[in-house]
């Protein structure tokens, strides 16, 4: 069985999600965050040496990464479910997403919320911050134009990678500004899946809010 080990308020909640859409089994080994550093706890790192989440462990493999456990379970569980066929070029845009989030999209969005804590002295790396995180929510956004998920009019993984961009981009308060962002994190963030993934998780600072 697939157990993954979670960490609350983490991109590891976007692993449970996966999970609960292709309705397969999975163990949660939950870890929280120090309440006073938000770092994880260093148990995390008996499972993977550099401790983050999400890892997943079945059968003696250990798979860290989100992009890499997403295509993990994508060959091994989902028999063809939440992917286009391999071979077609909706495929290869898929894989695309799957490394896009990790790869550019969420690099400006971290760099913002690190470069807020300097106050004044990071005043002088906003500009360039801002207009990469611009760049990317733009692409984004005509990506979704008369969309609702990413590869078309249904769900795929790449939509479940891509969102943790999504939900960071609202915590922002850019949704105002990327409006298909917008109403494709609400329409994500209503499936049965997503919510039932969000009771087993426990708390998640961007989830919905009503």
Not at 88 to 102: N, P, S
């Amino acid at each position: 069985m697939i157990v993954v080990h979670h960490l609350n308020d983490s991109r590891s909640q976007r692993i449970l999600w996966l999970l609960e859409e292709l309705g397969l089994p999975y163990e949660i080994k939950a870890y929280q965050r120090d309440a006073a550093t938000r770092l994880a706890p260093p148990e995390l790192t008996d499972v993977h040496p550099l401790g983050k989440s999400p890892v997943v462990t079945e059968d003696g493999t250990t798979i860290a990464e989100s992009g890499a456990i997403i295509d993990y379970v994508l060959r091994h569980h989902a028999a063809g479910r939440l992917a286009p066929p391999i071979g077609t070029r909706d495929y290869e845009a898929h894989q695309q997403w799957l490394h896009y989030a990790e790869g550019s999209a969420m690099l400006p969005l971290m760099l913002n919320m690190y470069v807020a804590r300097l106050g004044e002295a990071g005043g002088p790396l906003q500009p360039r911050i801002q207009s990469e995180i611009a760049n990317h929510l733009s692409y984004v956004d005509r990506a979704l134009e008369g969309r609702d998920y990413l590869m078309g009019k249904d769900l795929t993984a790449a939509d479940i990678q891509m969102s943790f961009v999504g939900e960071v981009a609202g915590a922002f308060g850019q949704f105002e500004t990327y409006p298909n962002i917008a109403a494709w994190v609400r329409r994500f963030q209503n499936r049965p899946a997503y919510r039932t993934a969000l009771e087993k998780g426990g708390p998640y600072n961007l989830g919905p809010k009503t």
